[in-house]
T-cell receptor, first 117, second 114 residues
């Protein structure tokens, strides 16, 4: 199993605050992703990175920004949190699957549940 | 439009019973289909990945099938346990993208009662 850590696991914050959600992986994976997921809904890709100094926006428009200064670290930042940002944020990385050789597997972190009041 | 549809939306079964979850997709081109298990408040965990040439794949009590012609997949859970209570997500990957674009279904919420 991949080892992907996300902190904090839960965050309740007031409107207008700046927050950074942390994500780190120890597998040396080049590709990393951020997804947003609301209850009962599908995951939506909001950011991805092919490697250091590479970041791209995903399918779902997001006011958040990301950075990739180190391979293992892919933090997500909201400059001014709003109630509409309340959601679960999942970080993932991908690498060759150990179980299904030759196929890229996505490994997910435990998620950060963000509530903006 | 590339889509992944899952049914049923939710399902309640008694411990020890079997169940089958369905996934229909319109993603094209097709590379592979994945089933993930997502416990409440956790990230998804991969159960199986099937490529175009595979019809069935098992992982313990989980057996996935794929019919690439009709673009349908199923996940069969045998002898359910309380720990099987989770959301099961069908994910399809397209071909020709260096990112390996993933299309997610909304999941089937399975509840196993004692």
């Amino acid at each position: 199993e991949a080892d992907i850590c996300q902190t904090p696991r839960y965050l309740v914050i007031g409107t207008g605050k700046k927050i950074t959600l942390e994500c780190s992986q120890t597998m040396g994976h080049d590709k990393m992703y951020w997804y947003q997921q609301d209850p009962g809904m599908e995951l939506h890709l909001i950011h991805y990175s092919y490697g250091v100094n590479s970041t791209e926006k995903g399918d779902l428009s997001s006011e958040s920004t990301v950075s990739r200064i180190r391979t293992e670290h892919f933090p997500l930042t909201l400059e001014s949190a709003r109630p509409s940002h309340t959601s679960q944020y999942l970080c993932a990385s991908s690498g060759i699957s150990v179980r299904d050789r030759g196929i890229y597997e996505q490994y997910f972190g435990p998620g950060t549940r963000l509530t903006v009041t | 439009k590339n889509q992944v549809e899952q049914s049923p939306q939710s399902l309640i079964i008694l411990e020890g019973k079997n169940c089958t979850l369905q996934c229909n997709y319109t993603v094209s081109p097709f590379s592979n289909l994945r089933w993930y298990k997502q416990d409440t408040g956790r990230g998804p965990v991969s159960l199986t990945i099937m490529t175009f040439s595979e019809n069935t794949k098992s992982n313990g009590r989980y057996t996935a099938t794929l019919d690439a012609d009709t673009k349908q997949s199923s996940l069969h859970i045998t002898a359910s346990q309380l720990s099987d209570s989770a959301s099961y997500i069908c994910v399809v990957s397209d071909r020709g993208s260096t990112l390996g674009r993933l299309y997610f279904g909304r999941g089937t919420q399975l509840t196993v009662w004692p």
